[in-house]
């Protein structure tokens, strides 16, 4: 069974002090005096049992047991004043909690957000990158972008980006092939994958390339994994189109074949219905409806 938790203030002492690396600095963060600190951190190794700084004259460090735990606490505390500052600024109604796939974060929103913050700066909003399920009220969460069908039982779900799924590579990789390559020479080349293997078999089936094995090449976890490898020239990708407009537009990245392989499934925004009640969701809404759009 474990014992009972330390003092918050004892832990407030040892946290400050592990950062600065000095009681005096702590002391004056947490205004109280030097010795103050000092005996909440004796009282703490005291009901620990372990030093967690050494003493040295007019300087302390941390033991290994005093990085071990400081590393813990601060993640702790970081965690705790994250989400004090999001309860704040929900209870202000200036927040927007929105959990998306890592991929749509990585590749679609993040370039776009700074947009949305420049017209509404006043507006904070929270990016979760997760494939989990979740309760809206439970979690915390205003709105959703998931990719599927759009069929969520008791949601309002709105189509926002289709799939299109398009060969990519480097220009390196697109030279080579030339100006007007068949899809057949992909035989040549390392096919990428993420977890949805089978679309390679899709893609070439819909492309007639009949000499290229579907099957071959690296299977990554996620598209992020497949997206970094074809970055370094390990071979071409399946990539959603409007995830790589802007590097396909500047030249980064090459789709050298026209084909691209549509599918029924989309990214969906989804959400309850009294999530537009609050004024700073509504406008991520239709800021979002919009980038989607143009």
């Not at 302390?60 to 813990?72: N, S």
């Not at 004090?84 to 927040?95: D, H, K, V």
């Not at 390990?234 to 549509?262: C, N, W």
Request: hydrophobic share 45%.
């Amino acid at each position: 069974m474990a014992g009972p938790l330390p003092s918050l203030s004892a832990l407030r002492a040892f946290e400050a002090t592990a950062r600065h690396l000095s009681m005096t600095q702590a002391a004056h963060e947490l205004h109280v005096t030097p010795g103050a600190v000092s005996l909440q951190i004796r009282d703490l190794e005291a009901s620990l049992g372990v030093s967690l700084f050494e003493r040295r004259t007019r300087q302390i460090l941390l033991t290994p047991e005093g990085r071990d735990y400081f590393a813990t606490l601060r993640t702790a505390f970081q965690l705790v004043r994250e989400a004090t500052a999001s309860l704040t600024a929900r209870r202000r109604g200036n927040a927007v909690a929105l959990t998306c796939t890592a991929g749509f974060a990585t590749h679609w929103l993040l370039p776009r957000l700074q947009r949305f913050e420049d017209t509404h700066p006043d507006i904070d909003v929270r990016i979760s990158a997760s494939h989990r399920m979740f309760d809206f009220e439970r979690d915390g969460i205003d709105l959703a972008i998931r990719h599927g069908l759009g069929a969520y039982e008791g949601l309002i779900s709105e189509r926002l980006v289709d799939d299109e799924l398009v060969p990519v590579c480097t220009p390196v990789i697109a030279a080579t092939l030339g100006a007007d390559p068949s899809p057949d020479q992909l035989a040549e080349y390392q096919l990428i994958h993420d977890v949805y293997r089978r679309d390679w078999q899709l893609w070439l089936a819909a492309a007639d390339a009949t000499k290229v094995d579907a099957s071959r090449g690296p299977i990554f976890s996620d598209g992020n994994g497949a997206f970094e490898a074809m970055k370094s020239g390990f071979g071409v990708a399946l990539m959603r189109r409007s995830f790589i407009e802007k590097e396909l537009v500047e030249g980064r990245l090459v789709a050298p074949f026209p084909l691209g392989l549509t599918s029924k499934l989309a990214y969906h925004l989804v959400y309850p219905g009294t999530a537009l009640e609050r004024p700073a969701v509504a406008a991520f809404r239709r800021w979002l409806l919009s980038e989607a759009k143009a």
